[in-house]
């Protein structure tokens, strides 16, 4: 560790977010959190333009053995470092930006429906990311392999699927489904009764609770998602809907399938012509700094919400129930 | 120095003839094997699709590092 230096500055893949009643570091590298009081963070702010003696120099007594020990705090926690060259060192930019129309797309999968004009249209979005979620039912692998074979050389990176499991469903059948189609990222079996197999080198696993159980739990309030990307997401667009479609079974199209308000329908509708009404995008630019709820929380900008929101007087957004 | 000296943590091979290892520094005589699946930039465990928007037979996948939706399932509810 470099002890020498006038200035101490927070490593560029660090980012302090105050909240409250406390304050927090983000480590981008790690993926960590490491909660620290106001007065440090407070103190981190003067640290970028001060150099470190000017400011020990300008405390007394209590508060400069405080401050030897945030400052220690900050080395053995590989927090910060020490520089001549402060200005060198700019923090990380904090624009967000993607080129895509849509990001993600969920998707309940009606084994009746042809889908052969949305994957058209996801295509034309740039989407990245698809979840599809099919139901039980005999023939499900087949009409899903059509829907794939559609999707093969769309600019989709990766396809999550959540098949619910009845008795004909077998490991072998859905080994040959992933390597069939390189776009798969991993296939989950919902509602899976026997005994998990194990062994397998392909990302397919099975788990014993119900669909419904599953896709009706909104994500939970105290995980955190700590990485740079979404990080920068979430501190300029809301990290949710920003981007988002989510199809239901019949084909109505909403910000979030736990949401009551469909606003088009894909089999009647072009997606291009939903996504772009204004009404569908109302929320992509509420990040969470603008949500009273989240407001003086330092984690705001971990959280992972699905709630709807309500646009109040002063022009902010509280959160609704489901 | 007559007694043979091994390095335990590394095997040590050599992919040239003896004729050539003459000419070469002494070095090449202790090279080590590392498998290719090992090394991430030879995207030996990539997995590859298409994209026609991008005129590209080489799109790699890779797993999103943020939630595809709300669902999220740990591993302890396998039981």
Redesign the interface.
Known sequence: MINNGSHLILYSHNRNVRGKERSVIYNFKKGTLSFIPNSLSELLDELTDKPVATVRAELEGEDRETFDEYVSYLRTNQLAFYTNEPHAFPEMPGEYFSPEHIT?C?LEFNPARDYSHFSHQL?ET?C????IRVPAGFGQLNTLKELLEHL???????I?I?LEADERLQLSALQVLYHQ??????I?VLDYKEE?PTGHQEDI?????SAES??S????LD?Y?V?R??FL?SSNYH??FYKRI?VGFNGEVKN???HQQSFGNIFQQNVSEIISCEDFMKWWNVSNDQIEDFKGNELRYAL?T?QPLKLTSKGTYQLEAF | MSEEQTNPSAAYVTIFEEEFLQKLPVFYRYMILTETSSIGEMYAHTRFSKSAAHFSKEYIQYTPVNPYSNILLEEKEHD
Request: aromatic share 18%; glycine share 0%; with cysteine.
């Open positions: 993600n969920v295509n740039l990245k990311n698809l979840e093969r050389s769309t600019t989709l990176r990766s999550a959540y189609f390189t776009k798969l990222d991993k989950t998990i696993e099975f788990f014993k609770d599953v896709y739990k909104p994500f939970p995980k998602l990485n990307k979404y997401l990290p949710y989510e979030c399938l736990l992972f699905q």
